[in-house]
């Protein structure tokens, strides 16, 4: 892809197990308000934090993520990670995008903005922290002034760019809805239909 005075590409990973709203209006809401020409999703493989919950297989999360972009034009789908044996780190994961773009574009790591503020734990973090931007989201309601302060620390100790934003807060999770298939409660509205058709056809989140 080229653009003008070069793209601004935002990548957005996550287990997507499975893809609900709340993922969709984040990457929606940050997309227009930094101006990013496309969002990546990239679902990942094995995630290293998460190896107590039940994650779908990674084809069918894919599958789901694929579902529920295919009517937005800005929204792509990586399976970097999911082709990857193995755990995949967010520096890793950059780093393969940054060889597969111009010099003059950039990258925009979208995430919750809780996690940003765990950064220093993260494999390579400095590396990381120049090779990207960072979209650190937070909910309107949440009293953020302790994230700000911490972020404001990691900006200043890295010579980071990190940008805090709001989104409406939609309180939908991953877990939640796993948990509502389990016990045969309505997922309707929480992610698109395309997506719970699926879960019910393929059986997934039944049992665990
Ligand atoms: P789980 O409940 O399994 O942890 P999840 O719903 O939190 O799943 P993830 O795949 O862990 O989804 O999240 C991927 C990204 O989406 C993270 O950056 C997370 O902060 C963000 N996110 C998840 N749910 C929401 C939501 N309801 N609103 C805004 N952002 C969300
Ligand atoms: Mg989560």
């Known amino acids: ?17 499975p893809i609900h709203y709340g993922h969709l ?44 972009t295919m009517t937005n034009p800005h929204f792509q789908v990586s399976r970097m990670e999911i082709d990857n044996a193995g755990i995949s780190y967010t520096v890793d994961t950059i780093k393969e995008f940054r060889k597969n773009i111009g010099d003059e574009d ?11 503020i765990d950064i220093e734990s993260w494999k390579s973090f400095r ?21 700000k302060d911490k972020v404001n620390d990691i900006v200043t100790k890295y010579d980071a760019n990190i940008h805090l934003t709001t989104v409406p807060a939609l309180a939908i999770s991953s877990t939640d809805i796993r948990n509502r298939v389990k016990n045969n409660m309505s997922i309707r509205y929480l992610l698109p239909e395309s997506v719970e058709s699926y879960i019910y056809k393929k059986g997934l989140y039944k049992d665990g």
């Open 127 to 147: 590396e990381l922290l120049g090779l990207c931007h960072f979209i650190g989201a937070t909910r309107p309601t949440v009293n953020d002034s302790y994230l």
């Open 1 to 17: 892809m080229k653009c003008e005075n070069g793209c601004r590409f935002g990548i957005m990973g996550g287990s997507f197990n």
């Open 25 to 68: 209006v984040l990457a929606e809401q940050i997309r227009t308000q930094f101006h990013l020409d496309m969002v990546y999703f990239v679902p990942v493989g094995d995630h290293p934090h998460k190896k107590n919950t039940i994650l779908a297989d990674k084809l069918s999360r894919y599958e789901m993520v694929v579902m529920a």
């Open 106 to 116: 950039t990258l925009y790591f979208i995430t919750g903005a809780d996690a940003i």
